[in-house]
Structure formats: structure tokens, C-alpha cells
């Protein structure tokens, strides 16, 4: 388009005048100052402003998984446990996306719990004393070997032992914890960004 | 690319004649590297390929908590499930196994830790950089078992000598004739009251220890990457093409000579050619042996793919604990403090005596002043908290690294029915360890426990199970070297017996692998053959 239509075409639009004017009068005042290049915008993870959606565990199956990450890991010297790590939450999703062995370690090995609660004292896992849950945790009394145990109860609570820790410590409220000076800090580091 | 007049047909002979580069170097790692350092600085044109691309470490690495990432520091189940190196953090840096795959006997996993980018691996070594010994190179006159490098170590010793300035190797000289001595940056630190005892109750036993020998490098890194590949290219006689995967050596039918390669870019996979007078290949010991087994050359011996070895690991083999350190109560602190530090005692079983139920040795590198995991203590709950934090800077732990001997039936052939994300078939792999490293193993963690308690500690957890085949990430052989076209597929300087311009300068090309940590080897071994293909050219024999 040369010069002289484009003007004319420009003419012909209701705001017309003010680009005109932008283009042929200069103005006499210093221009606003640029945006910054790169803006400055603050985002938040899905923890901080959402609650989980559980997909994997049956009901009874995470009310065992609930109690038990309580009792491994609590919430000591203002370090929080895993209930407010929601780490129960978090495995949930984690096992929904395990290979089938891992879920059935952990399928198996709840249901084992609370089929041991009902046996010796006839109420779920969820529901036993802390009396109770020190006798159906005995395994966790073992000394520590190399090969996971032949039992698949107590292979699972090998297992979840070191899962709840995890998610325990490698969560948001544990790094706003150790912020704030009540604990160690959680696992970080340097994270390597996907390769083209 | 065609001149005028050219109908694309032009022979082999008329486009070697016009190539532009000397030699071609396949790899940019630590053996890719050294060859492109040495020869450069000769005078030798080099182009170097690549299969990964170059990274800008500053963008390519953010600083992120676990709770920031997808799976909360647990890393994605399934992927990348032979790296056990891997974590969430790190995992995009090695190789995708679905874009790369190999295949295995089920019964017989095989961790192939892979790396795709300039500098290779030499980017994320441990840097533990040791020296071979005749222990190794004369292994067979020793014991009798397998076979002999075809040099000594006098013939290496002079490479060593250079190489391990370049990566400024800090040691400490004790003059042990299974761990020769280096050129090192002394290693004069002291030793805590802690370490003082377990180096008191191993010498009672015979065992040596020393410091630990390490590549300092330069600022962050330790690599070919930062410190060879820049002094070549200042030369003006290097070029590197990146993402450039290379699919097959091609040979002159009418010399039988090598003459370039075929390469993919790795992101288009667009397919072209290059060439040169000589082929140096230094792509990693199991893709340098999959690429000639895939070219179809220089296995007159039926040797290639053959003899693999790397050396075993078992990880947090013996887990202790000193009670006087308990609770904080005693300073931590490498020299002149009461706990902290570690060692590393190399080989000592089979030297002078011989064991009942093994052949050859292991090394031991150990510490003190770590904390041990909570997966030691028989606890739960705040019980199981307290232990852990009364234990934390209190512990003594150790990593077994044991030989693992060549055998012929130890081997990798290429799998024709699978091929990776550019159409090239993969590797089968079939090897497993034998009774050989399963008594041996035995013997380092009785040993170790021995110790511990001859130290007054308390030993939390021992174990003898090693990782599977390639966890250490040392594979070795498959492409070695010998004194015999009958046996071998490399003569003694690197170079092909079949085709006299070939050459394969990386762990592939070892005969032995011995205990010791081989990065150094590998990079004076290319060092030394570079220095003699260098002057076979001058000469024109090459």
C-alpha cells in the first residue's frame, strides 16, 4: 500500500484522527517508559491453592493409609507430619501411576493391615488404638536387611516406612517449615529443563 | 555441494582426495576429546561428531525444590529404569531409553547409562581418577587367568604423566605398587581421630590406605567439555558438528580403508556423509562397538563384542555408626576433628598371597561423618526421628568396587529386529556375574564388618548385593586390544588389525579393567594413540 492510500484508508476510520495525529504530530513530551523486557509475574503450584483428587486407593484402603502415615511420620518439634504433608494424598497419585507391582505391594499390604485388625481386634486399621497398631507394626521392629521381607505385610510396611518420609519431607509445608527455621531443609537442587 | 559440472557420482577416490579434514573423530567425550586435544595441536585437521547437542548449563539447569517438581522428588515411575542414578532432577540428562533402546534376557538386566551432549559422560564422572597397574596390564602373567594387555604399564606411564595435569589430579603419594603414584596436585590434609582408627585397624590387617585421588578440574567442571575440547578448537584445526548420530563407518571397497561416516541429524534426521583419511572412533565402549558391528568391519577375529567387564558395585555396603559422635557431641571436622573425611584402599587381595575362592581384588572407598538413612533403624515415628537426628554427622559407610573378569561368552551383538529413533538396530546384551565377584563380594563386606567392630562401631546394616552388570558405569571391552589379529581387534596402538585408519580409543579397547575407577586410563590411552597416529601420518604411512 503506498504512502498516500494508506493514509486515506486511515482517514476513513473513526480513530483516524488520533493516529494521524500520533504519525504527523510528534509529540512534544517525553514517551512513557518501555514495560520492563521480561515481566515480573509470581505463580503458584497446584498444593497451594487446590485439594487432590484420589483416584487409586478404596476408601478403606486409604483410611489405613492415613492412620499409618500418622504413626511413621508425626509431627515432631514443629516439624509437620505427613497428614499435613499430605502425603497420603500424594501417594495415592504416585501409585496410580507405579508399574503393577508397586501397586499391588501397596494394595495387598493395606488390606493385609486391616485384615489383621479385624482379626485381632475386630475393627479396621483406621480404628485401632495406638496399643494396637504397636503390635500390628511389629515388623517395623526388624533389624534392617538387604532382601525385602517374605511377608507381604510386612514388605509393604518396609516400603511405605521410606515413602512417607518422603513425601513427608519433600513437600510444600516441610519447605515453608524449614523457611521458617522449625526444621531441616527438604530435598532440592538443580533440575535439568527437558532437551530439545 | 556439487561442483559445476558434477552429475552427484564423482568416485570415492576423487572425493577423498578433496576432503577437507584429516581425521574424523567420532565422540566429544573423554576419549573423542583427548584424540581431538592430542592431534590437533599436531597440526591434524579434525572433524568431530557428536550424537547430542551442546549445553548452555546456565539455561539449561534451575534451582527447584522437590515439592516443585511433578512427582515430588520420586521422579516418574518407570522412566529410566536401569539409570539408577537417575533422579527426578537430573533425569532429562541421560539417554531416553524408549529413543534409545537395547535389549536384554530378562534374567540378565544390564544398566546402560547413557549420555547424549558434548562432553559425554566426562560432564558427570565422579572424577576418581586412578592409574592401572601391571596388576592389570600383565594380569595373565600374574595369576593365569585370561589374557595380557599388549603393554605395560612403562608403555602408559608417560600419558599418565600429561594427562593428569590437564585435569589437575589431587593425591597423595604412597608408592603403592597397585596404585602407582602420579603427577598430582599432594593431597597434604590430615585425618580425624575417626579415620585415624579404621586406618590403624586395616594396616593391622594389611590393607593400605590412601587419599583419595581426584580430578579437580576447573571451575565447575572436570570434562572433556571445559578442558580439552576448548584448547583444540584454539588450534583453528577442529571442527564439531553436534546432534550429528552416526548410523555407519563407510569403507573404500577398492582399498578396503575407511573413508568416512554416514550420520543422521539427530533433530531432522536428515542423512549425510563426511570424510576423511582416518576414522578415530571414541563414542562410549557399547555404542563404539554397536556402531562397527553395524558397519560390518574389523572383526576378522570374531572377537568384537566379546570380553565385557566393568567393575561391581555395592553401595552402602557396611552402615555404621560412632557412638562417641552420637547426638553431636563430637566435632565434625576432616583434620584434627573427631569425625569426618574417608579414603580409599585399593586392592589388596591376591597381590603376594592367594585367596581360596576368588581371583583378583577389590578397592574400597569409605567415609566418615555422614548420617545414616532411617531405613537402618528398627523404629517408626517420633522414635525412629530422634534416632535419625541423634545419628545425623555420626556414620561410616562404603562403596565396594570390585574387579569383574573378561569372558568370552560376556558379549553384545546387534539386535536387528529393534532400532532406535533413527532407524539404527540396537544392542543385545548378555552378561551376568559369576561366582568370582559373588566371593568376592563376600569377602569385602566380612572384612569391612571386621573392621567396623574392631573400631568399636556399630554396624546398622551390611549387605553383599551388588547392582546388576553397568551400573558403575565403567563398561569396558568388547573391542579390544591384543598382540594378535587372531584374538583381538585392536593391535597395541589403538588401531584396527583390518582396517590401518581405523582406530578406537575408549574403554572398549580394554583388556582388563582391574578395580580402579578407569577415566584416567581411558584418556591416556587416546592420548597415546593420537601422539602415534599423528606421526604414521607425518611419515605417510597412514
Known amino acids: 500500500m503506498k504512502r498516500r492510500r494508506f493514509i486515506q484508508a486511515l482517514a476513513a476510520t473513526p480513530a483516524a484522527p488520533a493516529l494521524l495525529a500520533q504519525q504527523v504530530q510528534p509529540s512534544q513530551q517525553a514517551p512513557p517508559a518501555p514495560p520492563p523486557a521480561e515481566a515480573s509475574l509470581r505463580y503458584s503450584l497446584p498444593d497451594a491453592a487446590a485439594e487432590p483428587v484420589l483416584h487409586f486407593f478404596t476408601a478403606q484402603q486409604f483410611a489405613a493409609l492415613r492412620k499409618l502415615s500418622d504413626l511413621l511420620m508425626p509431627p515432631v518439634n514443629g516439624a509437620p507430619g505427613a497428614l499435613e504433608a499430605k502425603a497420603p494424598e500424594f501417594l495415592d497419585f504416585l501409585l496410580s501411576q507405579s508399574p503393577a507391582d508397586r501397586q499391588q505391594l501397596y494394595r ?67 519447605n515453608l517449615a524449614a523457611s521458617a527455621g522449625r526444621t531441616r531443609d527438604g530435598g532440592g537442587g538443580l533440575y535439568w529443563l527437558p532437551i530439545d | 555441494m556439487a561442483a559445476a559440472g558434477c552429475t552427484g557420482c564423482r568416485s570415492i577416490k576423487k572425493r577423498m582426495a578433496e576432503t577437507k579434514y584429516d581425521v574424523l573423530i567420532i565422540g566429544s567425550g573423554a576419549s573423542g576429546g583427548m584424540a581431538a586435544y592430542a592431534l590437533t595441536k599436531k597440526g591434524v585437521k579434525c572433524l568431530m561428531l557428536d550424537a547430542g547437542p551442546p549445553i548452555d548449563f546456565e539455561r539449561q539447569r534451575v534451582n527447584k525444590s522437590a ?51 558434548i562432553g559425554g559422560k566426562s560432564l558427570f564422572w565422579a572424577r576418581m581418577s586412578f592409574r592401572l597397574s601391571d596388576y592389570e596390564f600383565r594380569a595373565k602373567d600374574h595369576d593365569g587367568y585370561g589374557d595380557n594387555w599388549p603393554i605395560s604399564y612403562s608403555d602408559l606411564a608417560p600419558y599418565y604423566d600429561q594427562v593428569e595435569p590437564i585435569f589437575r589430579v589431587r593425591g597423595r603419594r604412597d608408592g603403592l605398587m597397585q596404585l602407582p603414584d602420579g603427577v598430582f596436585i ?44 576448548p584448547d583444540a578448537l584454539a588450534t583453528g584445526n577442529l571442527t564439531i558438528v553436534p546432534n550429528a548420530v552416526v548410523r555407519e563407518i563407510t569403507v573404500d571397497k577398492n582399498t578396503g580403508l575407511a573413508n568416512g561416516v554416514n550420520f543422521l541429524d539427530r533433530q531432522s534426521h536428515r542423512e549425510m556423509h563426511a570424510t576423511a583419511r582416518v576414522v578415530v572412533v571414541g563414542a562410549s565402549c557399547l555404542e563404539s562397538t554397536r556402531l562397527l558391528l553395524n558397519s560390518g568391519i574389523a572383526n576378522s577375529s570374531g572377537v568384537l563384542g566379546h570380553y565385557l567387564h566393568d567393575q ?39 597381590l603376594k598371597t592367594k585367596e581360596k575362592n576368588f581371583l ?35 556414620g561410616f559407610s562404603c562403596t565396594v568396587m570390585g574387579e569383574v573378569l573378561p569372558r568370552a561368552d560376556s558379549q ?115 592420548m597415546r594413540a593420537s601422539d602415534y597416529l599423528a606421526e604414521q601420518m607425518r611419515k605417510g604411512e597412514i
Open chain 2, 67 to 117: 515439592h516443585e517438581l511433578p512427582f515430588r522428588g520420586f521422579g516418574k515411575p518407570g522412566k529410566l529404569s536401569h539409570v539408577f542414578q537417575a533422579t527426578e532432577f537430573n533425569a532429562n540428562q541421560w539417554v531416553d531409553e524408549t529413543q534409545v533402546p537395547y535389549t536384554h534376557d530378562p534374567k540378565e538386566p544390564y544398566n546402560w547409562v547413557r549420555v547424549r551432549m
Open chain 2, 312 to 350: 561391581f558395585y555395592i553401595t552402602q555396603s557396611v552402615q555404621a555408626v560412632v557412638p562417641e559422635a552420637r547426638d553431636g557431641k563430637s566435632p565434625n571436622g576432616f583434620s584434627g576433628g573427631f569425625i569426618g573425611g574417608g579414603g580409599y584402599m585399593p586392592r589388596f587381595r591376591n
Open chain 2, 360 to 394: 583378583r581384588g577389590y578397592a574400597l572407598d569409605w567415609s566418615t561423618g555422614g548420617s545414616p538413612d532411617a531405613k537402618y533403624f528398627p523404629l517408626y515415628g517420633e522414635a525412629l526421628q530422634k534416632a535419625v537426628e541423634s545419628c545425623r554427622g555420626a
Open chain 2, 186 to 229: 599432594e593431597d597434604t590434609s590430615g585425618e580425624s581421630e575417626c579415620n585415624k582408627r579404621f586406618i590403624a585397624a586395616a594396616r593391622e590387617r594389611g590393607i593400605p590406605n590412601t587419599k583419595m585421588r581426584t580430578s579437580m578440574g576447573r571451575g565447575q567442571f572436570a570434562s572433556s567439555f571445559n578442558l580439552l575440547l
Open chain 1, 108 to 174: 495387598s499390604g493395606l488390606d493385609g493391615l486391616n485384615a489383621q485388625a479385624r482379626k485381632r481386634f475386630n475393627k479396621l486399621f483406621a480404628d485401632v488404638d495406638a496399643g494396637q497398631t504397636d503390635t500390628l507394626l511389629a515388623p517395623l521392629r526388624d533389624p534392617w536387611s538387604y532382601d525385602a521381607p517374605a511377608d507381604p505385610v510386612a514388605a509393604f510396611l518396609r516400603a511405605v516406612k521410606d515413602d512417607v518420609r518422603r513425601a513427608t519431607t519433600n513437600s510444600r509445608e516441610w
Open chain 2, 412 to 526: 553384545v551383538r546387534v539386535n536387528k529386529t529393534v532400532t532406535d529413533a533413527w532407524g539404527i538396530p540396537v544392542l543385545h546384551i548378555q552378561t551376568h556375574y559369576t561366582s568370582n565377584e559373588f566371593n568376592m563380594a563376600k569377602d569385602a563386606i566380612a572384612t569391612l564388618e571386621e573392621l567396623c567392630h574392631t573400631c568399636g562401631w556399630e554396624v546398622l546394616g551390611r549387605h553383599d548385593q551388588m547392582f546388576p552388570p553397568g551400573y558403575s558405569i565403567h563398561e569396558l571391552g568388547t573391542c579390544r586390544m591384543g598382540d594378535s589379529p587372531k584374538t583381538s581387534v585392536l593391535n597395541k596402538w589403538n588401531q584396527s588389525w583390518d582396517i590401518k585408519n581405523l582406530f578406537v580409543v575408549d574403554g572398549s579397547s580394554f583388556v582388563t579393567g582391574g578395580s580402579q575407577n578407569p577415566t584416567m586410563t581411558i584418556l591416556s590411552l587416546s
